[in-house]
Structure formats: C-alpha cells, structure tokens
C-alpha cells in the first residue's frame, strides 16, 4: 500500500504545477547518470529533502548565477521578448530548487569568472547569489510566471541581513588563485576533443584514450571517468561545451572551462 505524506508549505499550490512544467519543458539540467526516472518530478525531490534523508545538491551554471545575481541586486526583468524569457526561466528554476531544499553550488562558475576579472567581483557576486538563494520561492514564482518584474527591496534587504549574519572566517579568501591541476585536466580535455574529432568511432574512441593515458600519460580519476563517459556511446549532452564549434575561441573556451569544472569537482 502506497504511504501519503503530508508536507506543509508556505507556497501558492496553484502555482506548483505551473512551475514545475516550465523548468520541465525547458529541459535545463544535465544530470549524472541516476536512478531518478523524471529528473523534472518536482514532488520526488521535495518528498527525498522531507522524509527520504537525501541531501540535494545541484551545480549552479552561470547563466543561472549571472541572472539570480541581478535579481537580487535589485534589476528589473527588461529587454526584448527572449531576455525577459530566460530570465522568468532562471527565476522557475530557483524557485524549483529552493521548493526542493537543495544545497546550491556556483562556485565553479564564479571561479570561471574570476580567473578572467578581479577576486573581489568574485566576493561581491558570491554574496549576492547568497542573497538569491535566501529569496522566498513564492517571489520567484510571482517573477517567473510574470505577475512581478523585480524583487521589493525590503525582500533583499531582509535576505542582505540573514547572509551577513551567516558569514564567517570559512569563506572563500582568493577567488582569483589558479586551481593547481586545472592545465593537466586540460591536457586531458585536449586529448578527448582530438579523439572525438578523429576517423575513430565506438569503443574504439575510450580503448584509444586509455592506450595514451597508459603509454604517454598518467592515470587521473576523475579526468578519465568524465572523458570515458564523454567518449561513450551514452555520452551526454554538452559535457564539453563547443566540441563542435567553427569557431575557435568557443572551442578552446569549451575546453578552458571543462578543465576549469573537473579541477573543482577534482
């Protein structure tokens, strides 16, 4: 017999559905290989946080990161018709995650970031994704679905105060350092873009990888299990961002930053 759950929330449930069908039919989140059948089931994801002990951790992309960060300071959902589209999106897929309880993580993208600017654009970027994070969902809700166009600012201010009171000497102190191995990953990355874009095909692609990892390389762990999983046939979508560009700088960009991701994770 099926167990029901009662799970009291301060949250419009007309708006339940709304939300989880616009973050669904986006398709935004590129997920590990699992045992979760709908990785849009909102409701299995706030049932797992309340009552299965799992806690939910998701890494923030930065096109996320950029969008909740202005939100929060304070912006106005403006421009032509797809800005203001992906920014209603970014605002459901907040509201998702805080419905769902999960840990949120941007640091990758801010330490992208920060290689190319400053560690105190870093800082401040941080902070006020904090502040995004400290947003209650049914605002994000309101934003997504289009019934407001920007946080009231006694709203931010209010979740301003509660990431002040929640800072302390565990912080990151240099977002602009270079992460020590990320120029091997790249290696790596290197290696896989070749083979991909190589006569090369099948199996033969991750029995290729692993004869240069043993005979001209060294083993890493985490930098061969992403390549091999890239390489396979299950491979997912958009693991190395730009493999098939034209371009060169969106393919070295791709590259830069799948090592810059792999180092972090590493």
Not at 181 to 186: E, I, L, Q, V
Request: hydrophobic share 40%.
């Amino acid at each position: 017999m099926d167990s029901l759950y009662l799970i009291n929330m301060d949250f419009n449930p007309e708006d339940f559905e709304p939300i989880k069908n616009m973050v669904r039919d986006n398709a935004p989140f590129i997920a590990p290989p699992t045992n979760i059948e709908n990785i849009y089931c909102l409701e299995d994801f706030i049932h797992a946080s309340n009552f299965g002990g799992i806690t939910l951790k998701a890494l923030v992309d930065n096109n996320v990161l950029t969008r909740a960060i202005s939100l929060a300071k304070g912006e106005e959902i403006a421009g032509n018709e797809e800005s203001q589209r992906v920014l209603r999106l970014s605002c459901a897929i907040m509201c998702f995650f805080i419905l769902s309880d999960f840990q949120l993580e941007p640091n990758i993208a801010i330490y992208e970031k920060a290689s190319r600017t400053y560690h105190r654009n870093a800082q401040d970027e941080l902070f006020y994704f904090r502040v995004a994070d400290h947003i209650h969902p049914r605002l994000y809700a309101s934003l997504a679905l289009g019934r407001i166009n920007k946080l009231p600012n006694h709203t931010i201010e209010h979740a301003k105060n509660l990431v002040r009171r929640m800072q302390d000497d565990h912080i990151e102190k240099n977002f602009s350092k270079t992460l020590n191995s990320w120029k091997m990953n790249y290696l790596f990355v290197l290696k896989a873009a070749m083979i991909w874009k190589s006569d090369v095909h099948g199996l033969k692609r991750a029995q290729k990888f692993l004869e240069w990892m043993v005979q001209e390389s060294f083993f890493n762990a985490v930098a061969s299990i992403f390549i091999l999983l890239f390489l396979s046939p299950s491979r997912l979508s958009k693991m190395i961002r730009g493999i098939n560009s034209e371009s060169r700088k969106k393919f070295s960009n791709g590259l830069r930053n799948c090592a810059w991701d792999l180092t972090y994770i590493s």
